[in-house]
C-alpha cells in the first residue's frame, strides 16, 4: 500500500482529560515471557464507553464525509494536499459512512445516497485494455483516480489490492442498506455487480496465486500475493466470489509464505507494519475460526494481530535505536508519511530519515527511522484496547494541536526530528518537540475509525458475518469453527 498525503471544529467531549489519561497510569506492565500470552494483573479496562472515543470517531468520519467529492464519491488520498484519489479511501469511506450513520454524525438518508452516487459512478466508468480514458479493467479498479474525471492516474497500476479493500467497502454496505427504499434497494443491487463482474482468473496468471497488479503498458506486475500481510481480505474474496473464484489451492499456496517467529517474546506470524495486521481485520470477524494453518498453531488470525501489537510496544519500550519518545505509550510503526529523504546528524547520534515508507518492526524486518503513526496504534484498538486506547490518549496529551486537529490525528509524528532549523519535505517541524505531518491520509483514517467501532459495538465485524461472499470465500479457504459453524 504506497500513498501520496475543514468546517468548524466538533465540540470537544474533554471528560477524556478526567476520566482516560488518569488510566494511562493504570493499566500495568504486560508480562509477555509466557510463550506469548499476555498476563495482566488486574481486570483490564474497558474503554468502550470513553469520550475520547467519541471525538475521535467523530473527527475522523468528518474527514471522509467533507473531503471525498460529492458529485462522484471519490475519496482523496490525502488532505489538505490536493491529491488523487485512492481506491482503497474510497473503500474506507464507505465503511465510515456506516459508523456516522450508527453513531449520529450523519443520517441514513444522507449516507445512502453519498453511498449510491460512488457506486454509480464506479459501475458505470469506463473500463477497458486501454492505458487511458478508463478507470479500471475486468472489474479491477487502478490504485489512483482523478478525484473529478474519475480516470486513471498517470500510469498507476490496476491494483488487486486496492480493489480489495474498495470490495470491502462496498460489500459491508451490501449488508448495512437492506430497507426497501429505493435508494438501498439499488446500493444492494450495484454492489452486487461491482462485486460481481471483478474477474480475479484472468489476475492469476500464476494460479493459483493472484497477480499484484497489471499494467496496460507492460502487462501483470512479476509478483504475486505470497505470504502473511494485508492480501488475505484479497484473497477471501478472490475465493468467494460467485462469477470468476479462483482455486481454493490459492490459500495454501499463500500461507507457504508464512513467516512465523517470536520478536520481543511473541510468536507469531511476523510482518513488520502494523497496516498488514489490521487491514484484513476491518472487514472480516477472525475470531474463533481458524484455516488449517492457524489450528497448527493453535491460535486465530486475532491473537496473531494481538502479538503483533504486543511486540511493538515492546520494541518501543526497549527503544534498541534510542529515538525520542518512545515508550510504553508512545509506540506504532506502519505505512506513513515522514519528514524527509536525508542522513544528518541529530542530537548526536547519525540519522536517516524518509518520507513515505512502510515502517515497521518484526523478527525479519525492522524499518524504523524515529516516525511513529497514530493509526499504527488506533488500527490495533480492537485487538489490544488495554494498550492502544491509552496511546492514542497519551499521543494527544503529550503533543497536543499538532498531532490531533480539526479530523483527529495527523497521519504521522517524528520527535526525534525536533530541530527547527532542519529541512522538511512536507509537515512542519515545532521547535524542540518534533515533526508532525500537515496532512491526513485515506488509508490511515479508515482503520482508526473502523477498528474503534469494531472494539465498541462490533459493527462492521457483525455485517460481514452476514456476507454471503465472505462465508464462502472463508470457507473455501479452509475456514472453520466460531461463527462460521
Known sequence: MNSTSPPPHHALLEKWFALGVVMVAAVLALDCSNGGTT????????????????????????????????TNGLVPDRWPTKSFSSVAAIGFGLTAYIVGVERGYVSRSDAAARVLTTLNFLYHAPQGPDATGVTGYKGFFYHFLDMNTGLRFQQVELSTIDTSLLLAGILTCQEYFTGADPSEVAIRAVADSIYARVDWQWASPNAPLVSMGWHPESNFINADWRGYDEGM?????????????????????????????????????????????????????????????????????????????????????????????????????????????????????????????????????????GTLAPTAAGGSVAFAPEIAVPALKAMREKYGDPLFGQYGFVDAFNPTYHLASARVTQGRVVDGVGWFDTDYLGIDQGPIIAMIENYRTGLIWRLMRQSPYIKAGLQRAGFAGGWLQ
Do not use: C
Open 39 to 70: 498476563a495482566i494483573s488486574g481486570p483490564t479496562p474497558d474503554f468502550r464507553a470513553d469520550p475520547f472515543l467519541d471525538t475521535v470517531e467523530t473527527r475522523t468520519f468528518q474527514w471522509f464525509w467533507d473531503n471525498t467529492n460529492p
Open 233 to 369: 481480505i484479497l484473497y477471501v474474496l478472490a475465493l468467494g466470489s460467485p462469477t470468476h473464484a479462483i482455486s481454493p489451492t490459492a490459500w495454501a499456496a499463500w500461507t507457504a509464505g508464512y513467516q512465523w517467529q517470536t520478536f520481543y517474546s511473541q510468536p507469531h506470524v511476523n510482518f513488520a507494519p502494523l497496516f498488514g495486521h489490521q487491514y484484513s481485520h476491518i472487514w472480516i470477524d477472525f475470531r474463533g475460526i481458524q484455516d488449517p494453518y492457524m489450528r497448527g498453531r493453535g491460535i486465530d488470525y486475532l491473537e496473531n494481530s494481538r502479538r503483533a501489537t504486543l511486540a511493538q510496544r515492546s520494541y518501543a519500550i526497549a527503544n534498541p535505536s534510542k529515538f525520542r519518545d518512545y515508550g510504553a505509550n508512545i509506540w506504532g510503526l506502519t505505512a506513513s508519511d515522514g519528514p524527509m529523504d536525508s542522513a544528518f546528524t541529530i542530537d548526536g547520534v547519525q540519522r536517516t530519515f524518509h518520507t513515505y515508507m512502510a515502517r515497521g518492526a518484526a523478527a525479519n524486518e525492522v524499518q524504523d527511522d
